[in-house]
């Protein structure tokens, strides 16, 4: 398990394929800040800081909001497009998110199904596969987001059972050396 207090922490080095961060605390600690800027620096051109990688943000809470990613996105890339114009701004951004994908999920199985298709899938339309091996981040925002919202899904269905899926799952992805996971939980 590895703690930071600040958004100034560079996931580029030392965060390495098979990877798995938790990132934990009480609410207001500024944990989904912290992961965004994580996958925006996963995501960034070099030029930025960036690592140019493919990553997919798991916002199973539902606070990512637009305009915030927009915000900490643009300031990270003013610098380098500092003095090329709008139209530069533009373009770097639209690349940049074509490197990340939001999966919102509202309960472990959509979770689960979406880990599976866009992290662990085999076939060509994973995340995971689309830049010849190049490994993903995938960001989870929170672990926990699902237990208040399942504790009555009939027997056999639980979230115990599709917890333990998920969690198969994530290990799969970071045990074939596919990509990192940062998580957040409460």
């Not at 620096?41 to 070099?46: D, E, I, K, N």
């Not at 940049?96 to 899938?121: D, K, M, N, Q, S």
Request: aromatic fraction near 6%; charge should be neutral; hydrophobic fraction near 45%.
């Amino acid at each position: 398990t590895t703690t930071t207090t600040t958004t100034t922490f560079i996931p580029m080095r030392g965060l390495a394929p098979g990877s798995v961060v938790e990132v934990y605390g009480p609410s207001g600690a500024a944990k989904s800040e912290l992961l965004l800027h994580m996958v925006l620096t996963w995501v960034l051109p070099a030029a930025c800081g960036g690592g140019e990688r493919r990553a997919v943000y798991f916002d199973n809470e539902f606070r990512l909001r637009g305009a915030r990613l927009k915000t900490v996105l643009d300031a990270r890339l003013a610098p380098a497009c500092c003095g090329r114009g709008d139209t530069s701004l533009d373009r770097v951004r639209a690349e940049v998110l074509g490197r990340l994908t939001v999966a919102r999920c509202a309960t472990t199985l959509e979770f689960l199904a979406a880990l599976e298709v866009l992290c662990c899938g085999s076939d060509d339309s994973s995340v995971a596969t689309e830049d010849h091996g190049t490994p993903v981040l995938c960001a989870v925002d929170s672990l926990a987001a699902f237990v208040w919202r399942e504790d009555k899904v009939p027997d056999g269905l639980g979230a115990p059972s599709l917890t333990q899926a998920a969690v198969r799952a994530i290990a799969r992805f970071v045990g074939g050396a596919r990509g990192a996971v940062v998580a957040a939980k409460p």
